[in-house]
């Protein structure tokens, strides 16, 4: 995943989102934070020739190389487009890339998960500690070592290749990063890919008419400690966001959490922090959230922690307590965290590493939880912008501080005032690599100019007919709703495909006969974890 910060009102990627703005001159000290700075000129041509902006001239830069990355590019490289990628990390894989060093710094969501370094500095000695300057740079993903696939494989294959025959329905991280890489590899990206390569901005161009990108480039010689970092800028007249949904953590706010934080930095962390059960033996462990991660790692601690607690707020997606190993036990939601007794000024607080923490944990329902070596917070991912508010998102802004809503986008990938801007990935409660392969798809005729969007007016009259009857909101993307996945795909490949015999290209196809049994046996299993979901977009029955 490659990661994009911004500053106010767009995602990357994921969108963790980039804040963006698409509006003129936004700027972020560049000492806080590797700005983002979108300029979308809304007067620019587009509005009277939106077609001049497509065509297998042109050149795209794609943000990211995990799956909606590799997907994108391969796509939009098979339509005969000019492409690069841009990656932060070493290789392709995104969220699948395990590595084990621990990832995040607690910071403000617009500072993004990076550290600013500044460009054209040059670190080298044998005193250099190149592992921390990686992680500076491209902190690693929250892959742990456990990690599966949660999907069955079947459903996640894409038109660029198959998983490898006999592989199971659920696959470790290491078997999924090796089909990522395998298309990438199939499809020709590793040639177009720049690695070690981080986008620090988008821009327009003063005219207009192409997008400026500035990189910042980790570059290594081997043999030698040390690393240098070199910026660089270009322009490229289209852009695809493909960054991935897990950068920027959610942290409740919760009353005397910080405290907890800041006086037992390592033993209160976040799930994207998380890498291995080993580290709980023995130990009592409260984890935050009841979503798929923090019941993994309830699971994964079963045999090694004393004794698990899962504090839920009982949301609709919460996992049933009956799948919890033995030794964990469902409680109820976190009021406040007492924090230690104060000590002597000045006397930090130590603690050794069977030692609990020296303070207590009241639950909403008045029980008082005592003698907890570790809290993990699994809540979940943000797409934040700390510079807008979100009572009125209007028709710029991408990402606000509701956190939840990626704005303005047609059918979820283009940007309604500019689309050669375009976001694959950000749907959810999906078949992920399948549903971002159909949308790349949809995209790389678009770009190649083989399908025609429609006006502005009208995708925005599309786009505020769907927040008519959804409503804004964290749901607002889900596809949970029993056949609305299947149907968001059937009306990308309708749409492109009204334009085959006009422009030529084969037809995008849509999900297989075998796709659509094996999707129903896996969503008839999801109905039976989640009976609460309604049939209307994933909202409780009332």
């Known amino acids: 995943m490659s990661a994009v910060t911004a500053t106010a009102g767009f995602p990357h990627a994921f969108v963790p989102h980039l804040p963006l703005k698409a509006d003129r001159y936004t700027h972020l000290e560049p000492q806080v934070a590797m700005p983002l700075i979108v300029n979308t000129y809304p ?32 796509h939009i490289l098979k339509h005969g487009l000019s492409v690069t990628v841009f990656e932060r990390s070493d290789g392709a894989g995104g969220v ?26 040059v670190f080298e000695g044998a005193n250099t500690d190149l592992s921390s300057l990686e992680v ?38 290491s078997a999924a990063l090796q089909y990522i890489r395998s298309l990438a590899k199939r499809s020709g990206l590793d040639a177009v890919t720049e690695f070690h390569t981080r986008v620090e901005g988008v821009r327009k ?24 970092f070199i910026q660089r800028v270009r322009d490229l007249d289209l852009v695809v966001v493909a960054s991935g949904h897990y950068n920027m953590p959610r942290i409740p706010q919760i009353e005397g959490l910080k405290e907890w934080k800041d006086s037992f930095p390592n033993r209160v962390i976040h799930s994207k922090r998380y890498r291995n059960p080993e580290e709980y033996r023995n130990q009592n462990v409260l984890v935050i959230g009841a979503g798929m991660s923090a019941t993994d790692i309830c699971k994964e601690l079963g045999e090694i922690s004393n004794k698990t607690y899962q504090s839920t707020r009982n949301g609709r997606f919460d996992l049933p307590a009956s799948v ?7 409680v109820a939601t976190v ?25 207590s944990v009241v639950l909403t329902d008045g029980t008082v939880l005592h003698d907890i070596h570790q809290v993990v917070i699994a809540t979940g ?19 606000t501080s509701d956190s939840v809503m990626t704005h303005n986008l047609h059918k979820d990938i283009f940007y309604i005032n500019d689309p050669t801007l375009a976001f694959i990935g950000v749907p959810y409660h999906v078949a992920t690599f399948s549903l971002f392969d159909f949308q790349a798809q949809a995209l790389a005729r678009v770009f190649a100019g083989r399908a025609k969007l429609p006006t502005q007016e ?56 075998e796709f659509l049994k094996e999707y129903e046996v896996m969503k008839s299993r999801l109905r039976g974890l989640y009976p609460e979901v309604a049939k209307n977009d994933g909202r409780l029955q009332e």
């Open 96 to 121: 699948w890339k395990f590595d084990e060093r621990p990832s995040y710094v607690y910071r403000p969501p617009s500072y993004g998960d990076q550290h600013h370094i500044p460009s054209d500095i």
């Open 43 to 74: 007067e620019s041509d587009f509005t009277t020739s939106p077609e001049s902006r497509f065509g297998v001239n042109k050149t795209v830069a794609v943000i990211g190389s995990g799956i909606s990355g590799v997907c994108a590019a391969a």
């Open 324 to 330: 919890l190993p033995p030794n964990a036990v469902r």
């Open 136 to 173: 500076r740079f491209a902190p690693p993903s929250p892959c742990y070592a456990g990690l599966k696939t949660n999907v069955p494989t079947p459903l996640m294959g894409t038109a660029l290749g198959d998983w490898p025959e006999g592989s199971p329905a659920s696959v470790s991280h």
């Open 205 to 228: 161009t003063s005219d207009g008419s192409k997008w400026r990108i500035t990189t910042l480039t980790m570059e290594k010689d081997d043999g030698i400690p040390g690393a240098r």
């Open 458 to 513: 009208d995708m925005r009259r599309e786009y505020e007919k769907r927040v008519e009857s959804k409503g804004r909101g964290r749901f607002f993307h889900s596809l949970v709703t029993p056949g609305r996945e299947i149907a968001y795909v059937k009306d990308l490949a309708g749409w492109v495909n009204s334009y085959v015999k006009e422009t030529g290209g084969e037809p995008m196809p849509t999900h297989s006969e």
């Open 381 to 399: 991912y943000i797409l934040h912008s700390d510079t807008t508010v979100d009572a009125d998102p209007n028709n710029e802004l991408v990402v």
């Open 335 to 359: 009021e406040r965290f007492v924090p230690p007794e104060a000590k002597a000024e000045g006397e930090e607080p130590t603690l050794r590493n069977n030692q609990p923490i020296p303070g």
